[in-house]
Antibody
């Protein structure tokens, strides 16, 4: 069955960077995309961007362009999301989700990773 | 800026029918937005229910159905059960690889 397993919770200081991983199994990793979506406390889900796991092309939401980098390691069937210059407003649960190509329609989700930014 | 709108909250009686909607702050939702619906309970990942307007994901009961009603996408739950009490999110495709989520609807079954 399709599974996306994310790395554990992180606590970071303001100004730091964080890198979250998402390991996929149960499907051919390179035939799909991987989205990153965040959910701040009490807020809506917010698309950050996605990567075509086959060719490595990326698409970022304008809000996160320049501060978020999404990469993948096809040998490990794992996608990564790195965010820099963290502030308290980045405290949120970060989800990865499989995306069905070509438009990267999101379907199956990882369990989420809580990132807390606090001094 | 494109905003996807959903009712903040809704309630339904056990066994009843409820329709949640997903609209746009400007314009109408059509099948070309490929609306998808997800169910989320607190502390859990979203669970896919419906994609491309009205196609159920594998394993989703047929009491969940999707459609276009007027100028909005809609999720209808018939025969509501206690464990349907969740947050429901829609997501719309804006083109060029851009997906935008609605604010979610908190459904209470009582």
């Amino acid at each position: 069955q399709v599974q996306l397993v994310q790395s554990g919770a992180e606590v970071k200081k303001p100004g730091a960077s964080v890198k979250v991983s998402c390991k996929a199994s149960g499907y051919t990793f390179t035939n799909y995309a991987v989205h990153w979506v965040r959910q701040a406390p009490g807020q809506r889900l917010e698309c950050m961007g996605w990567i075509n796991a086959g060719n490595g092309n990326t698409k970022y939401s304008q809000k996160f362009q320049g501060r978020v980098t999404i990469t993948r390691d096809t040998s490990a069937s794992t996608a990564y999301m790195e965010m820099s210059s963290l502030t308290s407003e980045d405290t949120a649960v970060y989800f990865c989700a499989r995306g069905v190509l070509p438009a990267a329609r999101p379907d199956y989700w990882g369990q989420g990773t809580l990132v807390t930014v606090s001094s | 800026q494109t905003v996807v709108t959903q009712e903040p909250s809704f309630s339904v009686s056990p066994g009843g029918t409820v329709t949640l909607t997903c609209g746009l702050n400007s314009g109408s939702v059509s099948t070309t937005y490929y609306p998808s619906w997800f169910q989320q309970t607190p502390g859990q990942a979203p669970r896919p229910l419906i994609y491309s307007t009205n196609t159920r994901f594998s394993g989703v009961p047929d009491r969940f159905s999707g459609s276009i009603l007027g100028n909005k996408a809609a999720l209808t739950i018939t025969g509501a059960q206690a464990d349907d009490e969740s947050d429901y999110y829609c997501v719309l495709y804006m083109g060029s690889g851009i997906w935008v989520f609605g604010g979610g609807t908190k459904l209470t079954v009582l």
